[in-house]
């Protein structure tokens, strides 16, 4: 039995850089019972097989967890005085 909820799922690419294409998805997970996983991709467009996806990172977080991931990525747009 998969740890992953086939309920909603979020993924889009976020970055295309030459013949790199780098997507995220978020979806949520069963267990632990409220957490979600994140998935980092990338895929290489010139390849033998250019929809193999290769995973650069995946995380399974907490809400909480989450939201300080994404309190640290904000931060990170913000100018610095």
């Known amino acids: 039995m ?6 909603t799922s979020s ?3 976020f970055l295309a850089t030459g013949d790199f294409i780098y997507s995220a998805t ?3 997970v069963l267990r632990p019972c409220g ?3 994140v998935r980092l991709t ?3 467009t010139t390849a033998k097989d250019p929809q193999a996806e290769q995973v650069a ?5 907490s ?3 989450l939201a300080a991931l994404i309190t640290v990525l904000q931060a990170g747009l913000q100018p610095q005085a």
């Open 35 to 37: 957490s979600v996983n």
């Open 26 to 28: 978020v979806r949520p």
């Open 63 to 65: 809400q909480a967890e």
């Open 42 to 44: 990338s895929r290489w």
């Open 11 to 13: 993924s889009a690419p």
């Open 2 to 7: 998969s740890n992953t909820s086939t309920s």
């Open 57 to 61: 990172l995946d995380l399974t977080l």
